[in-house]
């Protein structure tokens, strides 16, 4: 069982940057593969974002790519993404997720789910 906690969402103005936080606990927490993904209202939810275990192999969305950085520390259970260049689009409910066994886009290989954390970008 892994536990999600996204922190550091918040209302910003275009083109500013923001940090979001997962912190992860559970025994084994550090070996899942890490992702990001984010619902607007109204709209499915998307991928943004993912890092495997190791942190050596990462993944971006089409519309965040150059843009936002996932990471990791394994030492800490925590991944990290970093928003830059932020636009009014990118206004979504962020969520991280675990998947213990594959790397990848697909949300219904995650099995584990934060409550989210609301990103507002203002024009």
């Known amino acids: 069982q892994v536990q999600l906690v996204e922190s550091g969402g918040g209302l910003v103005q275009a083109g500013d940057s923001l940090r979001l936080s997962c912190a992860a606990s559970g025994r084994t927490s550090s070996s899942y593969h890490m992702g990001w993904f984010r619902q607007a209202s109204g709209k499915e939810r998307e991928f943004v974002a993912a890092?495997?275990?190791?942190?050596?192999?990462?993944s971006y969305a089409d519309s965040v790519k150059g843009r936002f950085t996932i990471s990791r520390d394994n030492a800490k259970n925590t991944v990290v993404l970093q928003m830059n260049s932020l636009k009014p689009e990118d206004t979504a409910v962020y969520y991280c997720a675990a998947d213990p066994f594959r790397f990848g886009s697909r949300s219904v290989g995650y099995d584990y789910w934060g409550q989210g954390t609301q990103v507002t970008v203002s024009s």
């Open positions: 890092i495997s275990v190791s942190g050596r192999r990462t």
